[in-house]
């Protein structure tokens, strides 16, 4: 029973590393496409923040910009 637990360990651990070797090459990919939009002139800042928007769900972006507007009138900022 110990040698079939420990192969199963074995094998999970491989695989959580695999994936995180994925992960790396994914993310390697994500900064090289940050890059390439830099390049023509796009806002890598404001693409992220884009980004981040476009995963909310619209009812929680909705409560997001209100109450960003709240705060910023409450601070004069328009």
Same mark, same amino acid.
């Given at each position: 029973? %110990? *040698? +079939?637990?420990?192969?199963?360990?074995?094998?999970? @651990?491989? &695989?959580?590393?695999?994936?995180?070797?994925?992960?790396?090459?994914?993310?390697?990919?994500?900064?090289?496409?940050? %890059? *390439? +939009?830099?390049?023509?002139?796009?806002?890598?800042? @404001?693409? &992220?923040?884009?980004i981040r928007l476009r995963k909310?769900?619209?009812?929680?972006?909705?409560?997001?910009?209100?109450?960003l507007d709240t705060y910023k009138?409450?601070?004069?900022?328009?």
């Open positions: 029973m %110990a *040698e +079939a637990t420990d192969d199963r360990l074995r094998l999970l @651990i491989e &695989r959580i590393e695999r994936l995180e070797e994925e992960k790396k090459g994914i993310a390697d990919d994500i900064r090289d496409v940050y %890059a *390439e +939009a830099k390049a023509v002139g796009y806002d890598v800042k @404001i693409m &992220r923040q884009i909310m769900e619209p009812n929680d972006r909705s409560e997001m910009e209100t109450i009138a409450a601070l004069g900022m328009g």
